[in-house]
């Protein structure tokens, strides 16, 4: 075993990195960063036909984005042919593996015989007895053979896993196993050890489903004299209806995620809670907390439950305590990323609006979306706001009222405005609150907004007048007969 903590992040860029592999890739981070070591990024894309630039990019770009930068890599398995051929070389020479000729047809057959049993397909090693010369006969007539591991018959494979603790598996369940297909390209398995090895892994941290691939493994590293690295398989992750993670359940895409307005903190604090807890109470960790308490002891053998509400609370936190600097710089760059033309407002008065209204938005999509009728003079109405206070009886005098106070002031700073609305509530004999709603959503839109003072001082006096003669005109033609 390497004496220095090397772990490798090994996704394969057939698609987007969604969150069970993020969730794999910042144990692995925290892991190594907890105890001084490498992170190191293997790309595992020896599947050429699904393995495509954009997906790379993807998971790259994902990466990057929750913070979880490499220390080397990233390598390519597609570079690596060479040494899986030589590894390969030297299992033929040693008898632990063999080429095998047989057809596809009769693979299918027997798979379907054991079905038919009930029974796991195991291949009938028709082909591990061949004489060298059958051998060399058939490939001089063309006959195209795959590679499969000779697995010894008898005994057990065991090895102990940091979380879910001694596995044990019968070698006569496992099967030979096919490490190079008829076109001459290695398997996962075999690529995987020869990898591990070239590149000195310590731990092979990774979810739970390759739990089947480990036994097949170490006895590849064992023929191949290779140091076993230490295996910490990682629990599944649920939906809360205990099926497995989909995105049935919301964006599980880490761009996707980027991309209806999550914040990174948020997503690397939200993973993290996926399979580990600190003390059962406490949820959240700024990264270089998560770092030092991090302990793969803490981590449980249960399966997780990826729960999107949690999530989106757990963001809204963060939207709420990160320096109010960052939370603005990262809105304007989300806006200009969906479309909004950012320099085109007042620097100042950006700033202003999207601090009202970071403390009632979760995301920086549903903040961008609240901010919509300050940027925008085509107000969207929701209707149930309309109907409940717009189309009130009383409501077309109070606004009417309102636009006429309003458009005669001089000045237009929230004292002004304040004495102006309360004033006017008194001469109305009204409450406050029946001047202010019904004016909230004739300049906003909605019934909900930051405080109407604010909204009103930020739209300027010319915006108000025009949105309250607006809500005059959207009354007179709802109650036309």
């Not at 050429?48 to 930068?69: F, M, N």
């Not at 632990?96 to 796991?120: G, H, I, T």
Request: with cysteine; charged share 25%.
């Amino acid at each position: 075993m390497p004496s220095e903590v090397r772990i490798r992040f090994a996704p394969s860029p057939t698609g987007a990195l969604h969150v069970g592999g993020a969730r794999t890739a910042l144990f692995n981070w925290l892991f190594t960063r907890k105890n001084h070591g490498k992170f190191l990024l293997r790309i595992e894309d020896t599947d050429v036909k699904r393995s495509t630039r954009a997906s790379l990019e993807q998971i790259l770009d994902s990466l990057q984005w929750l913070g979880l930068q490499w220390d080397e890599g990233p390598f390519f398995q597609s570079e690596r042919k060479a040494h899986y051929e030589e590894a390969i070389g030297q299992l033929l020479h040693t008898g632990n593996a063999y080429k095998c000729f047989c057809s596809p047809k009769r693979l299918n057959e027997l798979r379907a015989r054991a079905k038919a049993m009930s029974a796991p397909f195991i291949y009938d090693r028709m082909c591990a007895t061949l004489s060298d010369a059958e051998v060399q006969r058939r490939e001089a007539q063309g006959e195209r053979c795959t590679i499969r591991f000779h697995v010894p018959l008898s005994g057990e494979t065991i090895f102990d896993d940091v979380i879910f603790g001694p596995v044990r598996v019968e070698n006569k369940l496992i099967g030979d196993f096919v490490i190079a297909r008829s076109d001459g390209l290695a398997t996962y398995n075999l690529c995987a050890v020869v990898d591990d090895n070239l590149m000195s892994i310590s731990h092979v941290i990774r979810g739970e489903d390759h739990l089947s691939n480990t036994s097949k493994q170490i006895l590849l590293y064992h023929a191949l004299r290779y140091p076993v690295p230490k295996f910490v398989h990682l629990p599944l992750i649920l939906e809360p209806d205990k099926a497995p993670l989909s995105k049935r359940h919301g964006a599980t895409d880490v761009l996707q995620l980027r991309e209806e307005g999550f914040l990174p903190e948020a997503v690397v604090n939200f993973l993290a809670l996926l399979g580990w807890a600190y003390n059962g109470a406490t949820e959240v960790f700024s990264l270089d907390e998560l770092i030092s308490k991090f302990s793969l002891k803490a981590v449980s053998k249960a399966a997780a439950v990826f729960d999107a509400t949690k999530l989106l609370w757990m963001n809204g936190l963060y939207m709420r305590s990160l320096p109010q600097k960052v939370v603005i710089d990262r809105a304007k760059a989300f806006m200009a990323g969906a479309g909004y033309d950012i320099p085109q407002y007042d620097s100042k008065w950006l700033d202003g609006i999207i601090t009202l209204e970071i403390e009632r938005s979760k995301t920086l999509k549903e903040l961008a979306a609240h901010l919509e009728f300050f940027l925008s003079d085509q107000l969207r109405y929701d209707e149930t706001a309309v109907e409940k206070f717009l189309l009130r009886e009383e409501s077309q005098e109070i606004i009417g009222h309102v636009r006429n106070r309003l458009a005669s002031l001089e000045q237009f700073d929230i004292k002004t405005l304040e004495q102006a609305l309360r004033s006017l509530a008194e001469e109305l004999n009204l409450k406050f609150g029946q001047v202010v709603h019904p004016t909230r959503v004739a300049l906003t839109g909605s019934s909900a907004s930051p405080g109407i003072f604010d909204v009103i001082t930020n739209l300027g006096q010319s915006r108000v007048v025009a949105r309250l003669d607006s809500a005059l005109e959207l009354i007179r033609q709802r109650r036309q007969p």
